[in-house]
């Protein structure tokens, strides 16, 4: 059953140009929430990088038993920690932007110009994917490890490095659909 209230924001919608399509708007739902869900996940990894240095620190000056392993592991949460952070960053708008230009723009200025950017930046990560493929390919082929004393395999983080990049991808998508709404002046709720 609908109340004034839903009847008089569907036709105020009506007005300003209507609503994007169900799976556009679905589309974009999902996307963003699940990107928030993995950005909160990361935003934890920073606490398990700090257990594992602190661990590491005790070991090796309390207890006089240093570790190989802690360093590399804390570096592995450091890259998971950035590449799962990236797709949530890009979804709240957080990254770098010549803000000398784009402020003076109008809404539909400022969709349109990120439109173009977002296009920009799919063809980036389009490439970036297929490099990362490559390099993920390559280290299960040859069975990959870093050269050290611990000697842990690059596949896991580079498989993580291809998923992040996939998730950068249907964000970037997202945000697209976003802007274009804005741009056409219709409303993606």
Request: overall charge positive.
């Amino acid at each position: 059953m609908t109340t004034p209230s839903d009847t008089d924001q569907e036709t105020a919608e009506t007005r300003q140009g209507g609503r994007m399509p169900g799976p556009i708007r679905a589309y974009v739902h999902w996307v963003d929430r699940f990107t928030g869900l993995v950005g909160l996940i990361a935003m934890y990894l920073v606490f398990l990088m700090i257990g594992v240095l602190l661990f590491d620190a005790v070991t090796r000056n309390v207890i006089r038993m240093p570790q190989h392993w802690p360093i590399e592991f804390a570096q592995f949460t450091l890259a998971a920690y950035y590449f799962a952070g990236g797709p949530y960053s890009l979804r709240d708008g957080g990254h770098v932007r010549m803000d000398l230009l784009y402020d003076r723009l109008s809404e539909r200025g400022k969709a349109l110009t990120d439109v173009i950017t977002s296009s920009c930046l799919l063809f980036y990560l389009a490439v970036l994917l297929w490099g990362s493929i490559s390099s993920l390919r390559y280290s299960m082929e040859t069975g990959q490890r870093l050269f050290s004393m611990w000697n842990p395999s690059v596949v896991p983080i580079k498989m993580l490095m291809v998923a992040a990049i996939v998730l950068m991808i249907l964000q970037a998508i997202s945000i697209i659909f976003k802007d274009w709404a804005t741009f056409r002046g219709k409303s993606l709720r």
